[in-house]
């Protein structure tokens, strides 16, 4: 059975994630900063007190994962912090740049020698990150870490291809967590999304930046 490891599975779509690649047979490892006990009832490997922001904690991280391999890394870890023109908080844009840009490079560095041929990494990008899509503004620093994580998705394209893995920016959709405010589609339908778009990897598309519905994103 293929080996799944999800960052940020502790709830909402990551939660999904985890609770939907066990199903279908997934030998499933679940990252989180705490756990929960719908997260603990899943009776899956959970490895907790990870902060993918924190590069300590990402390399107690694979301590703890070894060598064990993975078939599909699927980086979730984010977060949203709302922010407008005039009243920017810098600290809590470099804190969004720490979890959704960086924390992606961090965790798929520590686990690269954990991928093999075959193997797929995903990173849960956002389309406010698109630079062509953008008709609105607002909420800087989450669209800049978003924005920037696609160039490190781009950069891992191109590290990663020549040794067999593929790799995936994914739109999860307008989902209904507590970062939305539980506006938008169910968690449950964005991860089948999700799974369905890395059912679809392969090195031929790797690279690519998609919507969970399955059309392709402008950059």
């Known amino acids: 059975m293929p080996t799944s490891l999800v960052t940020g599975c502790n709830r909402g779509i990551g939660l999904q994630l985890v609770t939907q690649l066990q199903a279908r047979g997934d030998n499933v490892i679940g990252l989180c900063r705490t756990s929960t006990p719908e997260l603990n009832a899943l009776g899956i490997r959970v490895i907790d007190g990870i902060n993918v922001s924190d590069s300590p904690s990402v390399q107690a991280l694979k301590a703890?994962?070894?060598d064990e391999p993975l078939d599909i890394l699927i980086n979730?870890?984010?977060i949203l912090l709302r922010d407008k023109f005039g009243e920017i908080d810098y600290d809590t844009m470099l804190q969004q740049y720490?979890?959704?840009t960086l924390g992606p490079l961090r965790v798929t560095e520590a686990l690269a020698?954990?991928?093999?041929?075959?193997?797929k990494v995903a990173?849960?990008?956002?389309r406010v990150g698109s630079i062509d899509d953008n008709g609105s503004g607002g909420n800087w620093g989450?669209?800049?870490?978003?924005?920037?994580?696609?160039?490190?998705?781009?950069?891992l394209m191109h590290e990663l291809k020549p040794r067999g893995i593929a790799v995936a920016?994914?739109?999860?959709?307008?989902?209904?967590t507590d970062m939305t405010g539980q506006h938008g589609i169910s968690a449950?339908?964005?991860?089948?999304?999700?799974?369905?778009?890395?059912?679809e990897l392969n090195l031929d598309n790797t690279g690519g930046f998609w919507h969970a519905e399955g059309y392709t994103l402008p950059w």
């Open 64 to 66: 703890a994962i070894g």
């Open 123 to 126: 990173i849960v990008t956002s």
């Open 188 to 199: 449950a339908d964005s991860a089948r999304g999700l799974i369905e778009r890395l059912n």
């Open 113 to 119: 020698e954990n991928l093999r041929k075959g193997s």
């Open 142 to 155: 989450y669209r800049a870490s978003k924005t920037a994580v696609n160039m490190i998705g781009i950069n």
């Open 98 to 100: 720490e979890v959704n």
């Open 169 to 176: 920016l994914l739109h999860p959709g307008l989902v209904a």
């Open 76 to 78: 979730n870890a984010g």
